[in-house]
């Protein structure tokens, strides 16, 4: 049984920092997309960053390009989201998701962490 879970948010002041995990268990994820997204208040959910498991390669979104960094710890199969500068609008509940590469259709869903940032 594949599980994604989140961890890490919380509530943060403006410019501070967090870091999200998503620990992944019940398949091997080398042929795999892991991916972050978003969905704030009355919102539809938002791509954010994804890394492709083997190899390492990364893709973000405009809005978080400079500010927030994906990677992966293969010994824990664990990804990270690092956010730095976090503005309000990055309010949000925080998913990880799992994607094959051959599709790059996100099958695998986390239940979510609530990211707020306050002014």
């Known amino acids: 049984q594949v599980q994604l879970v989140e961890s890490g948010g919380g509530l943060v002041q403006v410019g501070g920092s967090l870091r999200l995990s998503c620990a992944a268990s019940?398949?091997?994820?080398?042929?795999?997309?892991m991916g972050w997204f978003r969905q704030a208040p009355g919102k539809e959910r938002e791509f954010v960053a994804r890394i492709i498991w083997s190899g390492g390669s990364t893709y973000y979104a405009d809005f978080v390009k400079g500010r927030f960094t994906i990677s992966r710890d293969n010994a824990k199969n664990t990804v990270y989201l690092q956010m730095n500068n976090l503005k309000p609008e990055d309010t949000a509940v925080y998913y990880c998701?799992?994607?094959?590469?051959?599709?790059?259709?996100?099958?695998?869903w986390g239940q979510g962490t609530q990211v707020t940032v306050s002014s």
């Open positions: 019940g398949r091997t994820f080398s042929s795999y997309a």
């Open positions: 998701a799992a994607a094959p590469t051959a599709t790059m259709v996100y099958s695998y």
